[in-house]
């Protein structure tokens, strides 16, 4: 069964093609309820919508494009435009409605531009400051709100519970029941009178009743978790300039008029105008399709809501919020058209097909020997012409357990399980700091055979400081006042006020003032951490800013490792000064100078190179992160549109950053080692430092390899085949060299790869690797955009409970289709053979109906929402080629199976001996006890699936409430059923000795299925 689901029914846990989703759809054919089995597939065709609406976007895009270009050619004869503005518009205060501001940035119309007076003239019409944003005034922001709308896009309404039900009733089984217990209503009250006639058909009514909503409460608070889910994924903030403060806020609080910080990494939150910024390129793939950066600059300003900053950092004014962007009508699409099904959920899906057409095949056998009996009885006693209204009833009997035989044959809830279990974990996992985006990862997650993490911030905690310096060739420990001061005083002047200037204006970070009026460094902890070195140093962020005139900024680089920037002083006529800062080697070495202690700038010989080499390897042996610093003066003029040049460059100093491993660490590698899932350190900070902060969590052992990416880059194909394996760490890698690294684990070694990421740069390692888990401070909107799980901490020890997690869904899936199986298997052979053999069934539709609840829904709920334990970890992962329904299952279906049906057979044959039954309701007696005893048998199998190969079922099984309610609620219902119930579900009173008969039935089938566990296989 396991190589033909492979073969047929697989699909990919990652960007998995259309046509492999339709195929599955179309071998599962004729399904019981469509509506509930398809609910978490993908809805292809508005998939379909999305992808026709970005073509439509990029020829509107492409068209607009050429339109302002070719406007600049003419934009001298503009001539004034006839727009007028609407009187409500006018009334609150604004002097460009909405609809104007969309077709201006939307159709980048130039014209319509530089007739409202350029980016300030619209920001004038807004009433709103470039510099200090929006006033904080409530009344005006609701006007505003009300007039230009919110950055809200269009959301399908969530379903309520009668929505549910009401799917839950489109069963095709369930309606051919309903139709049977209509037909019974009718006949037997004709026949016996109101109410005994009526008591088969209520009894199947009540039935599909119960099963209805017992269905439609557990599909509801699935679609309730999963909203829940949704409305945190949907959570992402972005700096924002109000009533002259910088402050983090919600991208769906924006409005036209707002001040809005991008930086690399960003999505643009709506469609806005470019103010200010240095080479800033724009990614409008999503939007568009069109894989090409976009350039936006003071020509063309013109940016768009849902496209990513891929370069440069900028500030916008949003003109254009929610569904009246391209992006928000793109959204809302794309929202209807869910989640791509997991792998397990296909598989699942194919196992109920294959199922489902067998049972239908032994149903329809059912049905024909019970019918021939009944007919044969008739043509023996000759009274085949005649038939009476008992006989139809009997006849109709015979159909509903033929049905019901359906109904528990195909085990509908499989796939449905694999969602249940999913919506538990990613709910749970919430709490536990991990966001999830894709469900197939949860699954995904649990096969994982390695992690490629991050150093910084994943490992360590993010909280850096400067605690190690070597500035003009002396080497200082900072980290106190008393020693910032003596630093300070002995410092030249000249080489201070370098410093000063190279820290405050060659920065990604600022300096602001809190509405509280405290100081805040905004930016990456790197550059808090130099910002704050600079502060501690008696230096003035805004009096440094304005001393100079910034030419160009070029943010920090992951493929370059450094940033620049060439500012213009005015106090010595004009001059201009380039600034360098980042990874220490790569900057020292486009140094040709250096300033020594006395303030001079020398040429960088030998001894002060090796000088500056070995202080750099020392600082980075203690595990400090390593930044250089250095200036050029610029000869010859510079444009913004120029490069910042690359050499030439005088060395100002060098500074250790400590950044501590997280607590805990060590011990979370421990554990993904025991469990066998290989850690690997990928990144772009010196290979000492990599190495001192490997060996202290545990992940560089004696026998591992740590290289260079720029070694790593030079190696041959069969060089890294040797090669891959031994890699522990990986320094200075590129985003290229994780990608390379990533894919060969996967494609040439199949390896299970999980990847941390957080910068823009990884978004295709993130985009390739398995699992791909993107930082939730540190990160960047395209990096999570990019993952599979957000890991909201920014900890690697969350990222081992994503693991433990993601095992535990697919053992539990496992337990619950063993569970399953085992019934189908029981319930089928049982009904069939006997009505093959006896010319009856001994389980009527009501309680086929009763068992298939507790095996579907019920059962669903008790195995499929078991928490993780830590003897997860310390099992060999799945890997990618590990077969879900394994030879232990099997073992343990067949075998339980076996049990079940013979002990169910020797009541058939010689129960009424066995209990000494007589008189006319002897057989209504001995069915109560085969069906007492056959869900008996169901409740200790469920407790014995708890664990597939431990003998111990019982360890932590009071902890999972959810299991313990869902037992003693089958029990007790089991009971009512029984005693109370008999009319309705053809069943009577049972003595105190047959209850204990059935309830030991039922038990020893738990020593069976240990003994069962010591057989290998």
């Known amino acids: ?75 001298s004869s503009v001539s004034p435009s006839d727009y007028t503005v609407p009187p409500e518009v006018k009334a609150a205060g604004f002097d460009i409605c909405a609809d104007e501001l969309g077709s201006i940035v939307e159709g980048h119309d130039v014209k319509k531009l530089r007739f ?82 009526a008591h088969d058909g209520l009894g199947i009514v009540a039935s599909i009743m119960l099963v209805v909503f017992v269905t439609a409460t557990s599909d509801y608070r699935q679609s309730l978790q999963f909203k829940d889910l949704d409305k945190e994924k949907k959570k992402i903030s972005i700096q924002v300039t109000r009533n002259g403060f910088r402050q983090k806020m919600s991208i769906y609080e924006l409005l036209p008029g707002d001040i809005v910080h991008l930086a690399i990494g960003d999505q643009v939150p709506a469609d806005g105008l470019f103010v200010s910024g240095f080479s800033v390129l724009i990614d409008e793939s999503s939007l568009t399709g069109e894989s090409e950066p976009v350039m936006v600059g003071a020509e063309t300003p013109f940016l768009l809501s849902g496209t990513k900053v891929q370069d440069g950092s900028c500030k916008m004014l949003i003109t254009t919020v929610g569904m009246r962007t391209q992006w928000g009508k793109l959204m809302a699409t794309l929202s209807e058209g869910g989640d791509d099904e997991t792998p397990l959920q296909v598989k699942l899906n194919g196992v109920a097909t294959i199922i489902g057409k067998i049972g239908l095949f032994f149903a329809v056998i059912t049905f024909a020997v019970l019918v021939q009996g009944l007919v044969v009885r008739k043509w023996k006693d000759g009274s085949h012409v005649d038939w009476s209204a008992e006989e139809a009833m009997e006849m109709l009997e015979y159909f509903a357990i033929a049905v019901t035989i359906v109904v528990v044959a195909v085990p509908e809830g499989l796939p449905l399980a694999v969602t249940l279990s999913l919506a538990f974990a990613m709910k749970k996992m919430m709490n536990d700091k991990a966001l999830v985006r ?149 900057v020292l070495a486009s140094c040709e100078k250096v300033i020594n202690s006395k303030g001079e700038v020398v040429a960088l010989d030998d001894s002060s190179l090796k000088f500056l080499q070995a202080t750099i390897d020392q600082f980075a042996s203690e595990a400090l992160r390593t930044l250089c610093l250095a200036y050029k003066e610029v000869q010859g003029g510079f444009s913004p549109n120029d490069l910042i040049p690359e050499s030439g460059y005088t060395c100002i100093g060098i500074v250790g950053i400590k950044d501590p491993v997280r607590p805990g660490v060590k011990e979370s590698v421990a554990v993904c080692h025991a469990a066998g899932i290989a850690v690997r350190m990928v990144t772009g900070d010196n290979i000492n430092t990599a190495k001192a902060i490997a060996r202290e969590c545990g992940i560089l052992t004696s026998d591992g390899v740590a290289i260079e990416g720029p070694v790593f880059r030079e190696k041959s194909q069969a060089e890294l085949l040797e090669l891959i394996p031994k890699i522990q760490v990986m320094a200075r890698s590129s985003p290229l060299d994780k990608h390379t690294l990533v894919k060969h684990l996967r494609t040439t070694f199949d390896d299970v790869v999980a990847v941390t990421g957080d910068g823009t ?27 599979d799980v957000i890991i909201l901490d920014d900890n690697f020890s969350t990222i081992v409970t994503v693991a433990k997690w993601g095992r535990s869904v697919y053992i539990n899936i496992q337990k619950f289709v063993q569970f399953q199986l085992t019934v189908n298997v029981v319930a089928l052979v049982v009904n069939f053979s006997s009505a093959c053999m006896t010319g009856s069934a ?109 003998i111990n079922v019982f360890k932590g099984m009071l902890n999972n409430y959810v299991f313990v309610m869902v037992l003693v609620a089958t029990v007790a219902f089991q009971i009512i059923i029984i005693e109370f119930l008999g009319t309705f579900a053809n069943t009577t009173h049972l003595t105190s000795h047959q209850w204990g008969a059935c309830v030991l039935i039922g038990f020893i089938g738990m020593p069976i299925a240990a003994i069962l566990k010591l057989v290998p296989v």
């Open 1 to 75: 069964m396991e190589s033909f689901l492979d073969d047929t029914f697989d699909v990919k846990a990652k960007h998995a093609p259309d046509e492999a989703l339709e195929k599955w759809r179309k071998l599962c054919g004729v399904v019981k309820n469509p509506k509930r089995r398809f609910r978490f597939t993908a809805n292809i065709s508005k998939r379909s919508e999305a992808a026709a609406m970005r073509r439509t976007n990029q020829e509107k895009l492409r068209i607009a494009v050429l339109v302002s270009k070719a406007a600049f050619q003419f934009i």
């Open 116 to 197: 409202h007076g350029g980016v300030n003239g619209i920001a004038q019409k807004l009433c709103t400051s470039t510099n200090d944003g929006l006033p904080k005034d409530a009344d005006a922001l609701n006007r505003r709100q009300e007039l230009f709308g919110i950055n809200k896009f269009a959301e399908s309404e969530s379903k309520s519970f009668w929505v549910f039900v009401w799917e839950a009733l489109h069963d095709m089984t369930l309606m051919i029941l309903a139709v049977c217990a209509f037909v019974s209503l009718i006949v037997g009250i004709a026949t016996e009178g109101w109410p005994k006639g």
């Open 438 to 586: 894709h469900l197939a990862a949860c699954e995904t997650m649990g096969s994982a055979t390695t992690i490629c993490s991050d150093k910084t911030g994943t490992l360590t905690t993010n909280h850096m400081t400067v605690v190690k310096s070597c500035i003009c060739m002396s080497v200082r420990e900072v980290g106190n006042p008393s020693k910032f001061a003596n630093m300070k005083s002995e410092l030249h002047d000249s080489a201070l006020k370098l410093l000063l200037q190279s820290i405050f204006n060659n920065t990604g970070g600022e300096v602001v003032m809190s509405k509280e009026g405290k100081r805040e460094i905004l930016g990456t902890p790197t550059e808090a951490a130099i910002l704050e070195f600079g502060l501690s140093l008696g230096g003035d962020f805004q009096a440094e800013r304005e001393a100079v005139k910034l030419v160009k900024l070029e943010p920090f680089n992951s493929t370059k490792k450094r940033m620049g920037a060439v500012v213009e002083l005015p106090v010595d006529g004009g001059r201009l000064r380039a600034h360098s800062k980042g990874a220490s080697e790569i």
């Open 761 to 787: 740069n990884d978004a295709p390692a993130l985009h390739e690797a398995d699992i791909g888990l993107a930082m939730g401070i540190a990160g960047t909107e395209v990096a999570k955009e990019s993952a």
């Open 842 to 950: 001994p389980l009527t539709a009501v309680q086929l109906l009763w068992v298939n609840m507790i095996m579907d829904t019920l059962g669903a709920l008790a195995l499929a929402t078991e928490p993780p334990n830590n003897a997860l970890m310390k099992r060999p992962p799945v890997g990618r080629k590990g077969h879900f329904i394994t030879n232990v299952m099997w073992r343990n279906i067949l075998g339980q199976s076996f049990y079940q049906f013979l002990i169910i057979w020797k009541l058939q044959a010689s129960g009424k001996s066995m209990f000494e039954l007589e008189g006319s309701d002897s057989d209504l007696v001995l069915n109560t006890i085969i069906f007492n005893s056959f869900v008996f048998c169901q409740v200790f199998n469920e407790i014995s699936s708890r664990e597939m190969e431990s």
